[in-house]
């Protein structure tokens, strides 16, 4: 079945800057074997820049200093995208999954991503591996049981910035145990890309409180 693949619609070129042709050699190398190796499927290529791509850049500038932590990385939505538009931030993308960590392992080298690397382990493994500034995540799971997942690897005062569907709400409120179990405070949803995409980016965003002992620097690349 010969699938049309979504042109690159002028807002991309407004988000990358002069990051626009990694963008646009990552998308191509989706495009290309995406399908094949199962990361996305055969009806997101008419919407591959828009669904997947643009959506995931549109975050971006939300991201603070230090080490950001991809959880669930998959195809690099958003880890590989946030790492090639943001180089002066660092970051690890998190995925169990040896053909996925494979994929984002040939995405870092073709691309130059200096600033990342992968990890292969679940949320959970990557305790004391790591400690994030930051956790991105993308369909990875529902709120209730991502925060459990991904507070633990976040310092005192770091953000939990997940890209979240049209349920997000009722989400949060579902996982009202949950964030106060992980001293997660200030969860809130955050509308991006609004005018400039088609399809509009939510994002739960929340700040992990922490505990004593919790907030030493993160560790940096070497």
Same mark, same amino acid.
């Given at each position: 079945?010969?699938?049309?693949?979504?042109?690159?619609?002028?807002?991309?070129?407004? +988000?990358?800057?002069?990051?626009?042709? +990694?963008?646009?050699?990552?998308?191509? !190398?989706?495009?290309?074997?995406?399908?094949?190796?199962?990361?996305?499927?055969?009806?997101?290529?008419?919407?591959?820049?828009?669904?997947?791509?643009?959506?995931?850049?549109?975050?971006?500038?939300?991201?603070?200093?230090?080490?950001?932590?991809?959880?669930?990385?998959?195809?690099?939505?958003?880890?590989?995208?946030?790492?090639?538009?943001?180089?002066?931030?660092? #970051?690890?993308?998190?995925?169990?999954?040896?053909?996925?960590?494979?994929?984002?392992?040939?995405?870092?080298?073709?691309?130059?991503?200096? !600033?990342?690397?992968?990890?292969?382990?679940?949320?959970?493994?990557?305790?004391?591996?790591?400690?994030?500034?930051?956790?991105?995540?993308?369909?990875?799971?529902?709120?209730?049981?991502?925060?459990?997942?991904?507070?633990?690897?976040?310092?005192?005062?770091?953000?939990?910035?997940?890209?979240?569907?049209?349920?997000?709400?009722?989400?949060?409120?579902?996982?009202?145990?949950?964030?106060?179990?992980?001293?997660?405070? !200030?969860?809130?949803?955050?509308? +991006?890309?609004?005018?400039?995409?088609?399809?509009?980016?939510?994002? #739960?965003?929340?700040?992990?409180?922490?505990?004593?002992?919790?907030?030493?620097?993160?560790?940096? #690349?070497?």
């Amino acid at each position: 079945m010969n699938v049309d693949v979504e042109a690159e619609p002028a807002a991309a070129a407004e +988000l990358a800057g002069d990051r626009i042709e +990694l963008l646009r050699r990552y998308t191509a !190398n989706l495009v290309a074997r995406g399908e094949e190796l199962g990361l996305i499927g055969p009806l997101e290529l008419p919407r591959i820049w828009t669904r997947h791509v643009l959506n995931s850049a549109v975050v971006a500038p939300l991201l603070g200093p230090g080490l950001v932590g991809d959880v669930g990385s998959g195809a690099g939505l958003p880890g590989i995208v946030l790492a090639a538009l943001r180089p002066d931030l660092e #970051f690890v993308l998190i995925e169990p999954m040896e053909r996925r960590v494979l994929w984002l392992e040939e995405q870092v080298a073709d691309l130059g991503l200096g !600033n990342t690397r992968v990890l292969r382990a679940r949320a959970e493994e990557a305790r004391g591996e790591v400690l994030l500034d930051t956790c991105t995540a993308r369909a990875v799971s529902a709120l209730k049981k991502l925060v459990p997942m991904t507070a633990p690897l976040v310092r005192a005062g770091g953000e939990l910035i997940f890209l979240k569907g049209n349920s997000v709400d009722a989400e949060i409120a579902a996982a009202t145990t949950q964030l106060k179990k992980a001293r997660v405070v !200030n969860p809130r949803v955050e509308i +991006l890309g609004d005018g400039l995409l088609s399809e509009s980016t939510r994002v #739960f965003r929340a700040t992990v409180e922490g505990r004593p002992g919790h907030g030493a620097p993160s560790p940096r #690349f070497t």
